[in-house]
């Protein structure tokens, strides 16, 4: 759309608000509104200000102007508020350069879009991506100087089969049993129905929905793969949709990867594929799975930059909490066809070139996919510019391997501490292209170090107390 459409748009919708939504540096979207009276064409060219310096990992206090400007693509009328609302997605620039802010992470998806152009390699990467997440009927949590705990809970959760409801009903999945039971186990057929059809009423293509492995209300819904920064726009709306449909059921939706003690994470497996002049260059029929040499190297790339890739697309110390055997969670270096134990999995649903792609199952949905896609794209490309081989697929269980075996075998970092000093050691490879600055590495490393994990470090855990209180 052009500026003069989406105005004629807001005319035609008869709506009262204009929302302008952004994305900070960890992965959260910010908003504020206008009057729809106040949205005119040169707003799309001047820009609106912010403060930058009130926004997670973005600008210091003596330099906190900032601009936002809209971009007319992204116009849709919001599928959450009541009074008629007209949402935009904007990119940020700085007011006085006007050039365009090097920690916007909408911004860095678009470099490395056009970063992939000026390779030759390819002129399209498409992504697909499967976000999970739990859906609870209550959450309460709370850490100060002398206590701290968490209380989450759910309806469908095994634990509450004894529980006085009032009647209890039953027809709890079991721990790590919630995969694919029909209703009156599934309790969240209607509420995740509900989510998609406001999905596809906004332009977010959805292939299917389901139940996933956790009790509790796990579930996953998944998006028809797109280009990188559509991609990172469909996530956002994504998650502010199932949020607040949960919400207005008087339910709570979190992406935390492991909220629950025993039973499955919640990940985000990203299917990732490259294409040139309407060809995907990850297929070969003659190759294995399918798969041409460039995807291989692809691989190859993936799997030597993942502990450093780790601060980035499992990047919370919760992570580490899903990333672990024995919980569906990839931590083996390692690539596979239908294997779901390796980090790198190739699908074989379909034979077809349209269809051929990776899938690399160590992210999470607490990542920026904005960011997170962006440093996956650049690791790949690492791994073909450089023909990094990935070795022989490993077509077992890698999770029931002999202890002789699995030594042979690389895992992910144990700690998003870990992740972070992989992250430090290693980022050449974001920095191709300008794609992802060293002031954005540093001020990520920084912050996830002292808000995330000297914070989690610095506090005792509850479990402590079981484990030392008597000694």
Same mark, same amino acid.
């Given at each position: 759309? $052009?500026?003069?459409? &989406?105005?004629?748009?807001?005319?035609?919708?008869?709506?009262?608000?204009?929302?302008?939504?952004?994305?900070?540096?960890?992965?959260?979207?910010?908003?504020?509104?206008? #009057?729809?009276?106040?949205?005119?064409?040169?707003?799309?060219?001047?820009?609106?200000?912010?403060?930058?310096?009130?926004?997670?990992?973005?600008?210091?206090?003596?330099?906190?102007?900032? !601009?936002?400007?809209?971009?007319?693509?992204?116009?849709?009328?919001?599928?959450?508020?009541?009074?008629?609302?007209?949402?935009?997605?904007?990119?940020?620039?700085?007011?006085?350069? !006007?050039?365009?802010?090097?920690?916007?992470?909408?911004?860095?998806?678009?470099?490395?879009?056009?970063?992939?152009?000026?390779?030759?390699?390819?002129? $399209?990467?498409?992504?697909? #991506?499967?976000?999970?997440?739990?859906?609870?009927?209550?959450?309460?949590?709370?850490?100060?100087?002398?206590?701290?705990?968490?209380?989450?809970?759910?309806?469908?959760?095994?634990?509450?089969?004894?529980?006085?409801?009032? #009647?209890?009903?039953?027809?709890?999945? %079991?721990?790590?049993?919630?995969?694919? #039971?029909?209703?009156?186990?599934?309790?969240?057929?209607?509420? %995740?129905?509900?989510?998609?059809?406001?999905?596809?009423?906004?332009?977010?293509?959805?292939?299917?929905?389901?139940?996933?492995?956790?009790?509790?209300?796990?579930?996953?819904?998944?998006?028809?793969?797109?280009?990188?920064?559509?991609?990172?726009?469909?996530?956002?709306?994504?998650?502010?949709?199932?949020?607040?449909?949960?919400?207005?059921?008087?339910?709570?939706?979190?992406?935390?990867?492991?909220?629950?003690?025993?039973?499955?994470?919640?990940?985000?497996? $990203?299917?990732?594929?490259?294409?040139?002049?309407?060809?995907?260059?990850?297929?070969?029929?003659?190759?294995?799975?399918?798969?041409?040499?460039?995807?291989?190297?692809?691989?190859?790339?993936?799997?030597?930059?993942?502990?450093?890739?780790?601060?980035?697309?499992?990047?919370?110390?919760?992570?580490?909490?899903?990333?672990?055997?024995?919980?569906?969670?990839?931590?083996?270096?390692?690539?596979?066809?239908?294997?779901?134990?390796?980090?790198? %999995?190739?699908? &074989?649903?379909?034979?077809?070139? %349209?269809?051929?792609?990776?899938?690399?199952?160590?992210?999470?949905?607490?990542?920026?996919?904005?960011?997170?896609?962006?440093?996956?794209?650049?690791?790949?490309?690492?791994?073909?510019?450089?023909?990094?081989?990935?070795?022989?697929?490993?077509?077992?269980?890698?999770?029931?391997?002999?202890?002789?075996?699995?030594?042979?075998?690389?895992?992910?970092?144990?700690?998003?501490?870990?992740?972070?000093?992989? !992250?430090?050691?290693?980022?050449?490879?974001?920095?191709?292209?300008?794609?992802?600055?060293?002031? &954005?590495?540093?001020?990520?490393?920084?912050?996830?170090?002292?808000?995330? &994990?000297?914070?989690?470090?610095?506090?005792?855990?509850?479990?402590?107390?079981?484990?030392?209180?008597?000694?």
């Amino acid at each position: 759309m $052009t500026p003069n459409e &989406v105005v004629a748009f807001a005319k035609a919708k008869e709506v009262k608000i204009v929302d302008f939504k952004f994305t900070d540096l960890p992965g959260m979207w910010h908003h504020f509104s206008i #009057p729809a009276s106040e949205l005119k064409e040169d707003l799309f060219e001047e820009g609106l200000g912010f403060d930058g310096s009130s926004i997670r990992g973005f600008q210091a206090i003596n330099e906190s102007d900032m !601009l936002l400007f809209p971009d007319p693509d992204t116009v849709l009328v919001d599928p959450v508020c009541k009074i008629p609302t007209l949402s935009l997605i904007c990119n940020i620039k700085d007011p006085i350069t !006007l050039e365009s802010y090097s920690r916007d992470v909408r911004h860095i998806a678009q470099k490395a879009e056009a970063y992939l152009k000026s390779t030759g390699l390819a002129d $399209t990467s498409y992504w697909g #991506p499967e976000a999970e997440f739990f859906i609870f009927n209550d959450v309460r949590y709370d850490q100060n100087q002398h206590s701290g705990y968490y209380f989450v809970d759910s309806v469908e959760g095994s634990w509450n089969t004894g529980a006085d409801e009032g #009647p209890n009903l039953g027809y709890k999945p %079991r721990y790590k049993e919630g995969y694919f #039971p029909v209703p009156p186990s599934d309790t969240l057929q209607d509420i %995740r129905s509900e989510m998609i059809l406001k999905m596809i009423d906004c332009g977010v293509d959805v292939e299917v929905h389901h139940h996933e492995v956790g009790t509790g209300g796990q579930g996953e819904i998944d998006l028809r793969f797109d280009t990188m920064t559509r991609i990172g726009d469909k996530l956002a709306l994504y998650k502010y949709i199932i949020k607040n449909t949960a919400r207005a059921h008087n339910m709570t939706a979190t992406f935390m990867p492991k909220p629950l003690f025993e039973d499955n994470g919640s990940g985000m497996h $990203t299917h990732q594929s490259l294409w040139k002049d309407g060809k995907n260059i990850f297929y070969d029929p003659q190759g294995y799975a399918g798969l041409s040499e460039a995807a291989l190297y692809y691989a190859g790339g993936l799997l030597k930059h993942l502990p450093s890739l780790c601060a980035i697309i499992a990047p919370t110390t919760n992570s580490y909490k899903r990333l672990v055997p024995g919980y569906e969670a990839p931590v083996n270096l390692a690539y596979s066809q239908r294997n779901r134990s390796a980090c790198v %999995r190739i699908p &074989v649903y379909s034979q077809s070139e %349209r269809a051929k792609r990776l899938e690399l199952r160590t992210p999470d949905p607490s990542c920026n996919a904005y960011l997170a896609c962006s440093a996956m794209l650049m690791a790949g490309l690492d791994g073909i510019r450089n023909q990094i081989h990935p070795g022989e697929p490993f077509d077992k269980d890698l999770y029931d391997l002999e202890p002789e075996e699995l030594e042979e075998i690389e895992s992910t970092p144990a700690s998003l501490a870990e992740a972070l000093d992989a !992250l430090e050691d290693d980022h050449d490879y974001l920095l191709e292209g300008d794609v992802i600055t060293q002031d &954005v590495i540093d001020t990520w490393i920084d912050y996830k170090r002292e808000n995330e &994990v000297d914070a989690v470090n610095l506090r005792p855990h509850p479990h402590e107390f079981h484990l030392y209180y008597d000694i």
